[in-house]
């Protein structure tokens, strides 16, 4: 009996096209029942999934792109491109399933399914996501134990390899302890990741950066998220939205103040935006701003609660944003971001006073996962903050909210990398525990069902891994217009993530659950990846969404 051969990338291509097609349609459609994107609240379910199937047909582009590069150079291989083929027939796959369910509410019915997907080109994607290609990819994984040896230019594999050696030497060995025990990430930590520069990557040379672009941040993030997402993962996610905000709208006196700190780890940053009854609708922020003279320096009085305020303890300045102007119908308009100095605490509850009687306390949040950071929620009575602190100065009043979400654009970008490392570390933690697991007589890693699921889960990290790599490259190109990538990186890595460890949680049987494998802290970690940064609901609707129909 011949054996049936593996597709090939241009089947992948062929079906992307029809993905296309069909897509076409949907937004079309879609774009028509929204009015242009005003009226995505009426449609939010279609909304939503027509934004996700967008997602998933961009990150199918990226990796045929990613992989035709790759071969361009000559450093393809067969399983490279076996693993490929089967990211794309899984996206493909779900991006067909995810529109079948609203063609009728489209408008566009039946028909336009079978045209897109004809009997030939469902058969050839049924060849894409086959039991044969995901176990072949899934026996790799097992042989490998699930290193990612993802090819990258030389400067780039020389940042990934130095940042994985800092990681598995200086970051792994303390994760389960800082978890377990819900510590702060110990200092030596912070101060190496100084040393190396991980904290100045995107931050230009002149302001004291290294200036290394959003791919090689990117990398960075993923290996440091591969060996703990909450003990070094996401220590350079905050300094990067403060610096983000300060390029984007800061004076040049503040950038050349503040920025060579956060590049050199001088100061650590913390996020003030949330609110306990405000979340996604930054907009309607209450934390309130008023001018104030203290002492004979003129600056501003900040009062109101604060919440989800990452790593507030430890920061040295929190970078918080605040209603300037009392008239709430002024909405975006009156908020302003302020640079807010206080003294660093390592406990889980802090108050600071000052002398002229301002207060700031916090008090960090119990979660199951994502410890070492510890969210605080704020509490500011009349705090004080001098003039000079206003992002942007006078002109930067009145545009916080604005300067907040080009933050948050990068946030969201290494929210995409976080996911794929802490896919990684899921990966080849079942990898090794399935080749060491032995029942009825044989390594679990030999039954078939094992090898296809390890192979399913490389294949959707290699989607993951592959957007999330393009929107680093774009950010390079242009923030400004690589903010909804970025947000598409952040929705599918982030969903990879929590798919991925859970399954891997699955293989581990029983020991899945006991906190002493590691598997158990990356699915508590993964859960929050798809909540901050902004909420996966609100991606979709508000970000994507309105991008895509607007």
Known sequence: MTETPHPSLDDARTLLAAANELLEKAVESAKQLT?????????????????????????????????????????SNDMLELTAVGAVGDLVANLRERLSSIVDDLGIGD?????????????????????????EIGRHVAETRGVNDYPLDEMHEQVRAQVREFASNEVMPEAERIHRG????????????????????????EYGGVEMGNLAMILTTEELSRASLAAAGSLITRPEIL??????????????????????????????????????????????????????????????????????GRADVLALLARTDPDMSKGAKGLSLFI?????????????????????????????????????????????????????????????????????????????????????????????YVVDRVQFGRAISEFQLTQFTLGLMAAKISG????TYAAARAFDEDERAAGPLAAQAKLLACDVAVEVSQQGQLMHGGWGYAEEYPISRYVVDANVLPIFEGVKPILELKVIGRAVLS
């Open 35 to 75: 009015n242009g994107g005003r009226r995505i609240d009426d449609h939010q379910v279609l909304t939503e999934r027509v934004a996700y199937a967008v997602t998933e047909a961009v990150a199918a582009r990226e990796v045929i792109a990613s992989l035709e590069e790759i071969r361009g150079e000559g450093r």
């Open 111 to 135: 028909d336009a399914m079978e045209a897109a997907f004809p009997h030939d080109l469902r058969r050839l994607l049924r060849s894409t996501t086959s039991e044969a290609l995901y176990r």
């Open 182 to 205: 819900d510590e702060l990430v110990p200092e030596v930590v912070i101060s190496a990741m100084a040393d190396l520069g991980f904290f100045g990557l995107s931050i230009p040379e």
């Open 243 to 312: 610096a983000k905000a300060l390029l984007g709208g800061g004076s040049e006196e503040q950038k050349r103040y503040w920025l060579p700190k956060l590049a050199s780890g001088e100061i650590m940053a913390g996020i003030a935006v949330t609110e306990p009854d405000i979340g996604s609708d930054v907009a309607s922020a209450k934390c309130r701003a008023e001018r104030a003279k203290i002492d004979g320096q003129d600056g501003w009085l900040i009062s109101g609660p604060k919440s989800w305020c990452t790593f507030a």
């Open 340 to 432: 807010v100095p206080k003294e660093p605490f390592t406990g889980h509850e802090f108050e600071t006073r000052q002398p002229g009687g301002g207060r700031m306390t916090g008090k960090a949040d119990a979660t199951p996962g994502y410890r070492g950071m510890h969210s605080f929620t704020l509490q500011l009575d009349d705090y004080f903050v001098p003039a000079e602190n206003l992002v942007g100065g006078e002109k930067g009043e009145g545009r916080g909210f604005y300067l907040q979400m080009a933050g948050f654009a990068a946030g969201r970008l290494q929210t995409g990398g976080r996911g794929c490392g802490l896919a990684q570390a899921a990966l080849e933690e079942t990898a090794k």
């Open 464 to 467: 993951a891994r592959a957007i």
